[in-house]
């Protein structure tokens, strides 16, 4: 039995370690709380054709907000970020070809095993979000990196709310 958990446990490491090897060496592009655009310190996100908010493929416009934010340990879509999920449902209807990684984050508070379940179930609400929508499945991956990748360093609950958080990465 602890033989198994530690298999996987080990699988989920050596998958964290791929996709960290694979990923982009970009930083964030952070929406305001309130769901409005915005960056943050000059960081910007590699969106792999531009930047956000460009005219991608023959369709709709890709939203030019990429983040939504979570409250303490809850995976449920805020209200004032449905609209942004609407306009990436939009854009991804629009444009069949194009692919997400939805990027699921937690602040640094509990386990490393516990945050990395919380980012996954925080893309995967945001998921189901998009397929009720009418995005294919076939269109996301999901990918998440719990506390590893914090937004903001420290320890205020300002830093925690900004790490809390899911990434439309395209």
């Known amino acids: 039995m602890q033989i198994k958990t530690y298999a996987k446990t080990l699988a989920v490491a050596l998958s964290l370690a791929v996709v960290a090897g694979c990923s982009s060496s970009g930083g964030t592009q952070e929406g305001d709380m309130d769901g409005t655009s915005g960056s943050t310190s000059g960081q910007g996100m590699t969106t792999g054709q531009g930047t956000s908010g460009s ?18 340990d809850s995976e449920e879509i805020r209200p004032e970020f449905e609209s942004v999920l ?5 854009y991804m209807m629009a444009n069949p070809d194009t692919n997400v990684t939805l990027q699921g984050y937690a602040d640094e508070r509990g386990t490393r095993e516990y945050n990395l379940g919380l ?8 998921e ?8 294919s499945p076939s269109q ?26 899911v990434v439309f990465s395209y």
């Open 55 to 72: 005219q991608m493929g023959a369709g709709e416009q890709m939203p030019s907000v990429d983040t939504i934010y979570f409250a303490f």
């Open 86 to 90: 609407r306009g990436h449902a939009q």
């Open 119 to 126: 980012g996954e179930r925080r893309a995967q609400a945001v």
């Open 128 to 135: 189901r979000y998009l397929t009720v929508q009418g995005v």
């Open 140 to 165: 996301i991956q999901i990918v998440s990196y719990g506390e590893e990748r914090p937004a903001v360093q420290g320890h205020t609950e300002e830093a925690y709310a900004k790490n809390r958080r």
